[in-house]
């Protein structure tokens, strides 16, 4: 394996509304706003995200031009992206330091922009809000009405797997729907704009 030396960024992050852990939104947000400072480009391509538990302090990101690397158990949450077909890897690991204070985060606009639709969702007006927010906030918002989770727990997207950045134009066309659900507890969904498949959702019913 060929790698360049290790490069880390390290945003000053905030929670979202009452929520005491770094959101998702802002990983996603995060990994791609790093890669440009650090001089990695502006991703064009795949974008994946494995985050396999909460994160309540600060985190810092470390990147990794390379073409492959091992998993870590450990590690809070992994990715992958691409610029210009050059992939990059890396990894979130918290700092200990706290997340700087809470932001407001209205959830309930950007879900009274859509409709469910069977096992789908999708967006029917123009929320004011990122395409990510309105990707992840949408999603829980299906799986909180199709399938209510038990008592104790509550569901958590675990990976997000996109073939390109989402961007702005996305938003007035896009659609979420399940496509497999294991027992009670792991869904997949497929996230689309229009016509075009961009991405992939797997969401877990974990405790709270």
Known sequence: MSAAPPLVFQPALMLRGSRNYVHGTDIYESILLGAEQLGLGSPDGRVSIH?????????????????????????????????????????????GHPVAGNRDYDECAIRSCSTLEGESIRVTSQPSA??????????????????????GTKWWAVRLEFDRPLCAADIPSMRIGIEQKLGKRLTRSHVSAGDERIGTLHFSAAKI
């Open 51 to 95: 985050i396999r538990r909460r994160m309540n302090s600060q985190p810092a990101f470390t990147y990794i031009v390379a073409d492959e690397f091992e998993t870590a158990e450990h590690r809070p949450c992994e990715f992958l992206l691409s610029v210009s077909g050059t992939l990059s890897i890396g990894w979130l690991e918290e700092t």
């Open 130 to 151: 990122s395409a990510i927010e309105v990707v992840t906030s949408l999603a829980t918002h299906m799986h909180e009405k199709l399938f209510p989770a038990d008592p």
